[in-house]
C-alpha cells in the first residue's frame, strides 16, 4: 500500500466509521485483486468543491462489460469469480456510504490486465442536523451548505 495524502485538512462532514468502512472495503477489494509484487495507492486531495479520495491498483482489472453492474449488491465479476472469494456486496455498500449516506459520488475506471481506480468525491461542506417530531437528532444525508 502506498498512501499519497495530501497533508491538508480535508473540510468534509461524515460518519467516520462508515467513511472508513467504505475506504477498508476499497482497500481490501484492492489487495485482493492485485498479485504479489502490484502497487495498490491511495490518495486524497482537495478540489474546489469537493474533497476527492482515490484508490487505484494493478491488479486484474475490471471488464467494460461488468462496469455498469459493479455497485449492484450481489454482483461479482464473473472473470474474478475464481481468483477470489467474497459475497458481491462490498462494492453495493461503498455506493450506499458514499452516494446515499454522504451525498458524494463514485467513479470507477479500469481496464482488463492492467488495474482499476476507484475515485470518491465529498462535497465540502456541513451536514444540516434537524429535529424529528421525537426531538431526537438525526443527521440528514446530503444536506450541504
Not at 19 to 27: D, E, R, T, V
Amino acid at each position: 500500500l502506498i498512501p499519497e495524502l495530501s497533508g491538508l485538512y480535508l473540510p468534509v462532514c461524515l460518519d467516520r466509521d462508515l467513511f472508513g468502512q467504505a475506504i477498508i472495503n476499497l482497500l481490501s477489494n484492492a489487495i485482493k485483486y492485485t498479485p504479489p509484487g502490484g502497487e495498490v495507492r491511495l490518495r486524497s486531495r482537495m478540489a474546489e468543491t469537493s474533497a476527492e479520495i482515490e484508490v487505484r491498483d494493478t491488479g486484474m482489472g475490471i471488464p467494460a462489460s461488468s462496469l455498469p453492474h459493479i455497485f449492484e449488491r450481489f454482483y461479482r465479476v464473473p472473470e474474478n469469480t475464481s481468483a477470489a472469494t467474497g459475497t458481491g456486496l462490498g462494492l453495493a455498500l461503498v455506493h450506499g456510504i458514499v452516494s446515499e449516506l454522504h451525498n458524494g459520488r463514485m467513479t470507477v475506471q479500469s481496464t482488463p490486465g492492467s488495474g482499476s481506480c476507484f475515485g470518491i468525491s465529498i462535497p465540502l461542506g456541513h451536514l444540516k442536523i434537524s429535529k424529528k417530531k421525537s426531538d431526537s437528532t438525526q443527521i440528514v444525508p446530503g444536506a450541504v451548505r
